[in-house]
């Protein structure tokens, strides 16, 4: 489940009010500037894939973990891909040559509060859609210059070129709606709506449309994705957390690796994929990771027709020991208020085994509707990050990471790991999962997303953040010391992003600076707490 994921953030910019930044004009006095988030970033492949804010006329480059935001566009160059998440773990894949606009939202109904898209205009291009059921309920709709799709469908692809919509339809339904006719394009099945002409609807079978599908877009197929995804970090999570999860979450996990086990199979198949080098190395890499996954402890057996179904016990690898890790907490650093976390960057700790492992890994993780046990419902959980550490006991979320978000509940779990040359072995039983939950913006501050760590900048460097509810303005600092005091330049945006343009006129390569942003209300006081510091550095090209 790891990074099928694409989409953007978009930002944008617009006038110079005081050299060498680049301001974006001000817009606060005609909408409020805390856009709603409904999406996330989450793959890209390419480097010329750009996005846009709201009413913003500059393109600026996307970036994986961008958050994406009502009226956002993005748009994909000719050798690019991306993916968006939605809250729910619902995904876009966005084709080559494509531009995508989120133009209305609606409220998540769990725990997250974040925003889902609700309708999606396609202004050119293909899109590949893979909806969680709940998503579709929502009455969520895709726009293009023929038409408007309404969505019953969980997956299907979506075409616009400038004399023709293809929509293909590899699960549930959608309904075509176009000068005031509706035409049903079931599963399995392909409509044309070309200029001139009324809309056809060709039956294909799902099968083969799939075929048809993947030989068109092989860098959009989800199938090739997930491949790629799974067996990555959140292999981890399905090899050791599902025994934690309840019966439902292991059911869950273990459909899932049948699942898979049969796409590899009938991928290994395909005609398709036999004269394709690089997917077949894929296909049995990932062949070869499955054979090696485990049974899920605690996960039922299928029972021969007449027998009772049974449990396996939870099972050990060999010289594993019986303890687990305990007495998962957070370290207070930022303080609580009200029982929520008062930071964006948490340290975890816990208890250790007696014979400590090689490592220790962390995985975070956000429940798609409500915690497992409490949904009734067959939700697994979101990944959200992932660490090992050796030789301690505790680790702090990284700034680099996907952004946490403000009231917001999350998941963390610890496994201990044990290598073997330098594959992880599980060393003992997963800790119990923990949980935490963020205190409100106003006690938090904006959380700023990039620049962090090293970076790579052309003329200009943008400084963006996470948009931040009743501000009408934003202040950002930065400087060369930790403190930002005195503050070595200052300005102010209307907009969640900053330009600075020309960067090596007031900045050294090389140098590590500070910054950060403030929240301002009309007047042009604090809202909030001040946000926290990050630190980055110009790096040379390598």
Known sequence: MKKLRVAAIFLAIALVCEAPFLWAKDTAKTQKICWKHCADVIYLKGDDITARKV????????????PDYLHDSIKTGDKSVATIEFVNGSQIGINKGTEIWI???????????????????LKAGALWAKLRKAEAEENLQFHTRGGVIGVKGTEFVLEETKDKTRISVLGGQVDYMSEGKTTPVPAGSELEDALGTAPQVFEKGIEELRKILNQGFPDLDPALNSMKSVFGELENMLKYVTQDLGPMMQEAAEKMKEKMKEALEKMKKAPEMKGNKEVMKGVEEASEAMKNM???????????????????????????????????QILEIGGKAEGLLKTYFPTFSWKGLDKAPSQYRVIVSRAGSAAPEKSGKDESPQYVWNAT???K?????????????????YFWVVIPENLKGDKPERASSPSEPASFKLA?????????????????AGNDLVFEWISFPDAARYRIRIGEKESISPAAHEGNASVSYYVLVNWAKVLSKGKTYYWRVDALD???????????ILQFKVADKK
Request: aromatic fraction near 4%; charge should be neutral.
């Open 522 to 532: 009309e007047a042009g006081k604090p809202v909030g707490v001040p946000g926290p």
């Open 440 to 456: 409100q913006e106003g006690d938090l501050g904006v959380r700023g997303i990039v620049p962090t760590g090293d970076v790579l």
């Open 393 to 409: 006991t505790t680790v702090t979320y990284p700034a680099k990471a996907r952004p946490l978000h403000a009231d917001q509940t």
């Open 294 to 328: 485990p049974n899920f402890p605690g996960s039922m057996e299928m029972p021969s027709p007449g027998e009772q179904p049974k449990t396996q016990p939870p099972s050990q690898p060999p010289g594993a020991s019986g303890q687990r890790p305990t007495n998962l």
């Open 55 to 66: 009413d913003e006329q500059k393109w600026v480059v996307a970036f994986v973990n961008m």
């Open 389 to 391: 550490v050796s030789g």
């Open 103 to 121: 133009e209305s939202e609606s409220s998540a109904k769990d725990v997250t509060k974040r925003s889902l898209p609700k309708k999606i205009t």
